[in-house]
């Protein structure tokens, strides 16, 4: 079974500029996560759907941060204008619903330098 | 909102010794708990869950975590270190559908 996919793998780009993330979750995974992850802290959720709705979005900064999930599967996570403070590892994770014992699967992230 | 501490930032133990991790819950239901390995440069591999079947929870790799009620604590172990261990290791809780993380714990093993 293939694993949760993530594109690029990474990323440099200087501060003000866009940039824009891809995720494909796991086949007939409901659920989709994406997590910002800053260097030496644990995963920090962003925004979380349920098949093409939002279930969650309260940390994610709607000012510069834009995620969509069409049609249910992959979904692109998008920053504009890019800080510094956006300096990350972005990672996605899908699990079958959104029960409390489902296992998330997380994919290999996106690390991103913004300069 | 419930939330995970992991205690030290950084282990380092020898090859063949024990490896202990410890992490401790804030919940005032029963919680549902993780514990997640990050190698590096790779994302997010679930060790173990905790769901209340049993309070002694196995995983992969030889790792195993005891739930303690009395004690809010969900250690992780395993008897002997091999050299693939190191990596990242982070506990997590599930609360409101949310998973929120420790700040994770270091693990060096030394030859």
């Known amino acids: 079974e293939a694993g949760v996919a993530q594109s690029p793998r990474y990323k440099i780009i200087e501060k003000r500029q866009s940039v824009a993330f891809w995720c494909n979750p796991i086949s007939g995974h409901a659920t989709l996560y994406w997590y910002q992850q800053i260097l030496g802290q644990g995963p920090k959720l962003l925004i979380q759907f349920q098949n093409n709705g939002v279930v969650d979005d309260s940390q994610l900064p709607k000012d510069r941060f834009s995620a969509e999930r069409l049609k249910g599967v992959d979904s692109t996570l998008k920053i504009q204008p890019a800080k510094l403070e956006d300096s990350a590892v972005y990672l996605c994770a899908s699990s079958l619903g959104l029960g409390n014992t489902d296992t998330q699967y997380f994919g290999p992230g996106t690390r991103l330098t913004v300069l | ?111």
């Open chain 2, 1 to 111: 909102a419930q939330s995970v501490t992991q205690l030290g930032s950084h282990v380092s133990v020898s090859e063949g010794a024990l490896v202990l991790l410890r992490c401790n819950y804030s919940s005032s239901v029963p919680p549902y708990l993780f514990w997640y390995v990050q190698y590096p440069n790779q994302g997010l591999q679930l060790l173990l869950k905790y769901t209340s079947a049993a309070t002694l929870v196995k995983g992969i790799n030889g790792f195993e975590a005891e739930f303690k009620k009395s004690e809010t604590s969900f250690h992780l172990t395993k008897p002997s270190a091999h050299m693939s261990d190191a990596a990242e290791y982070f506990c997590a809780v599930r609360d409101d559908y949310k998973l929120s993380f420790g700040a994770g714990t270091t693990v060096t093993v030394r030859a």
